[in-house]
């Protein structure tokens, strides 16, 4: 009774005011604990410093806790060359591997802790590759000439032996022109790069790059051994387990002075660096399915002109499983069809052109590949309103027909010029009636998507060069020579393609060979190349009422069985035509593109059983025993196992109950007469 009066109130406040500041201080001491620990795992992670951090700190500082072990930096002649340099400076934990690709040697864990895929060995190839050719151009505008280890002299790599023969068809005198101004170019160019720069060493003039979702920090890692010009790389993991082992690995390669690890939001860095003095010259992002969530902070954090680098390996979802997730993610519907890997590029480089309108900014692609299982882009970001204002214009809506597969492309909007400046407007449309001329199908609409060209050849041809000159220095360069050598030859201003057993199997006939099919199409005076994200690929500029009439040519050498035909399906319809063009079958000499005279890889085969996305990264490590079930399920599903067969052994033949089963003993059911009454008791 004598607590509730009123002078023991202020008693009782102050009673529960001091056990909340006791516990708040046990919580804080906790938190500061925790920081601790964490802290000695990431050694000398560096990372952008908040309140946060600083009250962290200060806190650590009180409590007198033991030193933070930081890696010493040491000078160039005297880093680790061997591993066994290596392993005296840096222990190995239990169950850690060194894992060796390019230049770099990474620790690994055996358990699931962090992701590592062996696959993705060619993206990183091909991301070392076009950051060095853009680090080149980057630095010779400030002077500063790259030095690449087993180099030659640049050499501009050209496929077509038509050039060849016309170079050497030229007067002598011109040519002794064209090498004079060249050689005159060259001298003036050496005479401007006066500095050099060299991988492993920071230049104070170079690149700043950001690698948003490292995970084990290996490409990263291989960015400061092998590329050349780049001033400081920031390593970024949301993980802690991730982060503490880019920070090993850095110290375990010697370069912890250009790899700086940073265990952050990776959309939070990048807002955070905006400003046109801290952004990024390289950002790349490769995340474990979509980069959807971090495209508008990357299309802002990048420097004007700057590179950046997007994978996309939710796949199912760009090509047309799920189109509906596909336009919540990317804002572009997907479509289901032949060429959906080539569709999966324009939906990502749409979706990044789209953010970056924005931000008055556009994107210039420089390279854009289908490969495996996955897409990847390489673009430069720029700034510029009137630019942007043709934005609409480089977009296209696609109607694809349900029954023959032809499509048609429908922009966005159209520029047309009025004197000295363009005018923008909507586009007029559609391009095709409510249903397929060809076979009378109804039309799928998808998109929109990047209409423009997928890559800058002449960028392509300085990153092919380059590998090709220096074989030696990636592990993948027979498979990169072979992929840019395709893209070289695609038709830039032709988006999608047919494929020819897409084409024979809708007309119910045999498929005609490539090259014939190919040499129709120039017969008929019409552009054709081959495309790198399908093997039987046609890429035309040719209408597809033309493709159908060179089909029914070679229907008519190799007639159809027409009874066999229902009258309302797509053969029928497109058959019962005559062609309108008589198709030429003759092989052209043109017509088989030189990257497959000379044999390159272009589409190689799994060289091993799982070849392809691995399990994703888990804090408790390891993979379940589900995953694995999954995946032995899976693999060759498209054979017929032994064990298929004999698994319906157990059930009663309905054909031999009726006398009409003539499979015998190689019937997959069973003809016992005794199963169908054990069946019935039971």
């Known amino acids: 009774m004598l607590l509730c009066t009123p002078r023991f109130i ?6 529960h005011l001091t056990s909340i500041r006791i516990h708040l201080g046990r919580k804080k001491q906790r938190l500061a604990e925790g920081s601790l620990a964490i802290t000695r795992g990431l050694g000398s992670m560096e990372t952008t410093p908040s309140s946060t951090d600083t009250k962290v700190t200060s806190m650590e500082a009180e409590m007198n806790a033991e030193p933070q072990v930081t ?5 160039s002649s005297e880093r680790p060359d061997t591993s066994t340099d290596r392993d005296k400076l840096i222990e190995l934990l239990p169950g850690e591997t060194v894992v060796k690709e390019g230049k770099a040697a990474i620790l690994f864990p055996s358990a699931n802790e962090v992701f590592y895929n062996p696959v993705q060995e060619f993206n990183r190839d091909l991301t070392c590759a076009v950051l060095t050719e853009f680090a080149r151009e980057w630095m010779a505008k400030k002077g500063v000439k790259l030095l690449v280890p087993g180099e030659k002299e640049r050499m501009v790599v ?28 060259k001298k003036n160019g050496e005479e401007e790069l006066t500095a050099t720069a060299t991988a492993g060493e920071i230049c104070e003039d170079g690149l700043r790059v950001l690698e948003g979702l490292s995970a084990s920090g290996l490409r990263s890692v291989r960015f400061a051994l092998e590329v050349p010009g780049l001033r400081s790389i920031t ?36 807002y955070e660096m905006r400003g046109k003095k801290q952004s990024y010259d390289v950002i790349d992002i490769d995340p474990y399915g979509s980069p959807a969530s971090f495209l508008d902070a990357a299309v802002q954090a990048v420097s004007e002109g700057g590179l950046l680098c997007v994978t996309c390996t939710d796949m199912a979802v760009m090509a047309g499983n799920n189109s509906e997730t596909c336009y919540s993610k990317y804002g572009s519907m997907s479509l289901k069809a032949r060429y959906c890997h080539e569709m999966a590029l324009r939906i990502i480089l749409h979706s990044v052109d789209q953010r970056a309108a924005v931000y008055q900014r556009y994107i210039r692609p420089l390279i854009s590949i289908s490969v495996d299982f996955y897409i990847r882009v390489f673009m430069q970001v720029h700034t510029g309103q009137a630019v942007v204002k043709n934005s609409a214009s480089k977009q296209a809506l696609v109607y694809n027909c349900v029954g023959c597969g032809s499509f048609h492309l429908q922009r966005m909007g159209k520029k047309t010029p009025n004197g000295k400046h363009m005018k923008f407007s909507a586009a007029t449309g559609p391009p095709v009636g409510t249903h397929c001329e060809h076979c009378g199908q109804r039309h799928q609409l998808g998109g929109p998507i990047w209409a423009e060209p997928l890559h800058d050849v002449s960028f392509v041809q300085k990153v092919l060069s380059a590998v090709s000159s ?38 119910h006939c045999n498929t005609p060979p490539l090259l014939q099919f190919r040499s129709a199409l120039l017969h008929a005076k019409h552009r054709v190349s081959l495309s790198h994200a399908c093997k039987n690929a046609i890429k035309t500029d040719a209408p597809p009422s033309v493709i159908w009439d060179i089909m029914r040519s070679w229907e008519k050498a190799n007639p159809v069985k027409r009874e066999k035909l229902s009258e309302t399906s797509p053969a029928f319809k497109i058959l019962s035509k005559e062609p309108s063009l008589e198709a030429c079958f003759t092989v052209r000499e043109d017509a088989n593109p030189q990257s497959r005279k000379q044999h390159l890889t272009r589409f190689q085969e799994n060289p091993q059983a799982f070849w392809g996305p691995k399990a994703r990264a888990r804090s408790s490590g390891g993979i379940t025993t589900e995953l694995d079930e999954k995946r032995k399920m899976f693999q060759n599903k498209r054979k ?16 031999f109950k009726k006398g009409i089963c003539t499979h015998g003993d190689k019937c997959c059911y069973s003809h016992d007469p005794e199963l169908k009454d054990a069946n019935k008791t039971d």
């Open 71 to 75: 890696a010493s930096f040491a000078p």
């Open 235 to 270: 390593a970024n993991d949301f993980s802690f387990k991730a982060a503490a082992l880019i920070s090993r690995n850095a110290r375990y390669n010697g370069v912890e002075h250009l790899v700086q690890t940073s265990c952050r939001d990776a959309s939070m860095l990048m």
């Open 640 to 655: 017929r196992h032994t064990t298929d067969l004999l698994r319906h052994k157990h059930q009663p033949c309905k054909r």
């Open 470 to 507: 220096n074989p030696s220095r990636f592990g993948t360069a027979k498979r990169i020579e072979g992929m840019l050598s395709m893209v070289t030859e695609e038709l830039e201003d032709v988006p999608l393609y047919y494929t020819v057993d897409q084409l024979s199997s809708i007309v």
């Open 10 to 15: 202020p008693s009782v406040i102050s009673h």
């Open 158 to 185: 050209s496929l077509s032996e038509e050039e060849k023969e016309s170079a050497s068809g030229l007067a002598a005198e011109e040519q002794e022109m064209e090498e004079e101004e060249e050689e005159k170019e």
